[in-house]
Structures are given as C-alpha cells and as structure tokens.
C-alpha cells in the first residue's frame, strides 16, 4: 500500500484518484441534532394546507395535522421548528391564536400574498404538534410590532405552573401543563422585515426584551438574538459587543440566490448553472468563518452559539401559483445544495449549535410539496435530511480529502467531491460522499487507520438529469436506493465508485 504522503502527492498532482482520510480517534465534537432543524412559517401553504387542514377535513389527519405529512416528518427525525415566522412574526400577536377556533380574528397576512389569517394554527397547534413530533419547538417572537408585555406574556402562558392570569388562561384553553419550550427568537430580520432597525437599536430593545422573557419553574429559556443576514459582519460585531452577554444565541441567514430580481427557474436551469449554485452554496463556509471570528473576539470560550436559522435555495415562484407564496420545485440540484451545507455545518459544530432549512412544507427548499386533493410529494432534499439522520448528535470526525475542483466562476472553485463522517453512540461510522461531478463517476479511495470494520452498506441519491424532480403524477423520480459500491479492500480501507451526480451514506461497523 502506497504510504498517505504518496497517495496525497499523487492525487494532488495527477487530479485523478481522490482520497479520502478519517481520523476515528480525533472526534470531539458532537453534530448537534439540531443543525438539522425545519422552518415552518404562516407563508404561502407550508402552514395551512401543508401542515394544517383542520378536523373536518376530506385530507386525513390527525386532530387537524395532515397525516400524510405528519408520518413523513415523523420519518425524519425533526430536532427543532422554528415558528411562527420569518417576516410574519414580526407582526404576529400571539392571543389571536389562542381559544375558540371560530372566534379568533381573521387578518390580512401582509407580509406573503395579501391571504386572509384566520388564526386556526395557533400556539396550543404548534406546541402540540412538536410534542407529537418529539421535537424541541423555537418560537420566534415579535419585536417589530409587538410589545416587550406580550412576548413575556407569551412565554408565561406556555411555560408557567403557577396560578395567574396567563396560566388560568391556557388552562381554560384545554391545557392544563405547561409546555417545555427552550428556544425564543427575541425578532426577525430586525435589520430588515422586523423593524429596520440599526445594530445599535436592536441591541438595546434585545437586551430589553430578553429581560422580561422569564424562566418559569423547570423550563429554562435558550434565548436568540436576531443577526444578520449574509456579509452584514457589522451586525454581528455590534450586536456582540453590545448584547453578547444576553444572548445564548445569535442568528444568521443565508440563501442560495445569485441574484434577488432574476433568481432562475427550479427546474430549468443548465449544468453551469448548477455549478455556480453549488459554488454560491459552499460560499456558507466563508461568512461562517467571518462571522465566527468576531464572535470569537468577544466570545472565545465559545458559550454563544450561531443558529443558521433560515438558509436554503431561493428560486423563482413555479407558474401559475400565488404570487408571495415562494412555492418552488425541487430537483437534484437542491439536494447537493442541501448535502454540501450541511456538510459544513458539521465542520463547525463547536459554534453552529442549530440550522433551520426554509422551509419544512411548500415554500422554498421544502422537505414536501402537497396539493389540496391529498397527494403528497418527498422533495429530493428530504431525501438528503433522510439518509443524514445518521448524524444527529454522533460524535463528528474529521478528514483530510484530496480531490479535483473546478473553477465555476470568477473567485470560486468547487471540490467535485464533498463529505462528512461521524460515529454513532454504537460506535458505527458513517460517511457520506457527494460526487458534485455532473458527468463522471470518480473512485475514491477512504482511509479509515483503526477501524477494522467488516461490513459496508450504504444508500444512494441520484437521477438521470440534475433538473429532475418529483411531482404528484411521478413522485418516484428522485429517491434513494440501495448503494452497493463500496467494497472492504484491507483493514480500514475501503474503495467507493461514486456514480456521477450522486449523494452516497455509508455505513461502517
Ligand atoms: O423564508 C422566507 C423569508 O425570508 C422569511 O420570512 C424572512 O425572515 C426571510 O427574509
């Protein structure tokens, strides 16, 4: 066998085999589950008719929740929801969802498509629905339009046991026990949708309303300072110099968009195109790393977390649906979209402490499509969070990877391999392995020193065409299989044929 040194120099300079090398005994830290959290927004239909379609509904479902969507998210494993918005809960009072369904308000949702409100999901639909879900709900709360009374308010009526006039109203609400809820986003976007606000006037209303977000009996609030959006690295200076100390945590959001007046088509698009959104999509890593360093400055025992809590693809609306809805498909570009991210999200796990994809039904990079006949969709993406569940809360290890790259634009080179490993509680190793080449299967050769497994099993994500898709006639077009290309070669070392465009999970033990 060819000592690593030799096999690295080969690589790096032939381009031809890539490799591979696992550290198994220099894993420390954990991949926290939560970096796979969704976003569920009152935009468009991921609410209502994507998670919600009331009990009389023809759709069956359980106690109002769309079954078929329920199980598929069951499925998933979700950690965390991040609700009630976005944009939306900046101007959300949260007792207009509270009490009789037939007596809460009807208002204008003004934010996404001018639709009428009813208020028929409301906080007792959410927080059932996590603890249905087995996930950790993450309320975001107005600061845009709110008052700092109504978010504390909030907070005591959903974690309070003691006898007030909050509690007493949740339990002539039908809920007698408080919920658990650790995380509150205190606003959105302030720089933006929630408020318009500067750094420095956030800082000061964050630090204001975080002090009256109290911890009630048992529960214990992980509070979430609203941040910054891409390359505002001002945002999160200021917001850490002047507020670090309140927080446990400070948001960012990114998207996969090139351009905000001409996003493209989900699904026309050409294999340039896709490159250039991968490449745009691994930009992640860069504004990562900046936004870190300054946290780091002011935070170098790393106590405040960074919550990616929207990022995904953002393309233009499908023809023919509403205009403010952010409907869109999902191809197999999407998935290597979301496999590379999360990818780096795992690298950076000692601060990235939760994502939240945008978003979990209908609107934007969604796990599921639905129509209102009951058909239900499995995006391509859901595919990736499906086969990465591996990974929630296994112990992340690091790796050496010597691969070609490709130069998709000006200032950008993508790796035409992408990979993450971890080790599960039971000691099993997973690795997952994107060939990014949209023409060429590519051996790679993975050096696992150590690990003297015996069985190798794996699924695989691919299509014919990167623009393919699933959609209620064919929903089978995108979805895994199983994956036989990997092959024990000697101790801890493995050859994979990594079939082009396609997104592998293997599993080592
Ligand atoms: O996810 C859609 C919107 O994008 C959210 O409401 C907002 O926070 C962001 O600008």
Known sequence: MLSLMVMFSVALFAQQKSVIRVYPDKGEQVIHKEIYGQFAEHLGRCIYGGIWVGEDSPIPNINGYRKDVFEALKELQVPVIRWPGGC?????????????????????????????????????EFLNLCEMLGCEPYISGNVGSGTVEELAKWVEYMTSDAESEMTALRRKNGREKPWKVKYIGVGNESWGCGGNMTPEFYSDLYRRYQTYCRNYGENRLYKVASGASDYDYN????????????????SLHYYTVHRWDNKGSATQFTVDDYYRTLGKALE????????I?????????????????????????????????????????????????LDVFHKYTDRVVMANIAQMVNVLQAMILTDDKGGMVLTPTYHVFRMYKVHQDATYLPFDLICNKKKVEENRTVPMISATASR??????????????????????????????????????????????????????????????????????????????????????
Do not use: C
């Open 424 to 509: 599960d509680k039971n000691g099993v190793i997973h690795l997952s392995l994107s060939n990014v080449d949209a023409d060429n299967s590519q051996e790679i050769t993975v050096e696992l020193p150590g690990v003297k497994g015996k069985k190798v099993s794996g699924e695989i994500l691919t299509a014919a065409n990167l623009t393919d898709h699933n959609t209620f006639e064919k929903p089978n077009t995108v979805k895994p299989a199983a994956f036989n290309g990997a092959k024990i070669v000697g101790d801890g070392l493995l050859t994979v044929n990594l079939p082009a465009k396609s997104i592998v999970t293997l599993e080592i033990k």
């Open 88 to 124: 939306f809960a900046d101007e959300y009072h949260w007792m207009d969802g509270i009490g009789p369904r037939e007596q809460r308000p009807k208002l204008v949702n003004t934010n996404w498509g001018g639709t009428v409100e009813d208020n028929s999901f409301g906080t007792h």
């Open 235 to 250: 945002w999160t200076e200021v917001l850490m110099k002047n507020a670090g100390r309140h927080m446990n945590g400070l």
């Open 293 to 341: 360093a300054i946290m780091d400055k002011y935070d170098p025992r790393k106590r405040v977390g960074l919550l990616v809590d929207e990022w995904g693809t953002w393309w233009d609306e499908e023809p023919g649906t509403v205009r403010g809805y952010l409907y869109q498909q999902n191809t197999l570009r999407d998935a290597f979209v979301a496999a590379l991210t």
């Open 284 to 291: 992640i890593e860069q504004v990562l790393k900046n936004h």
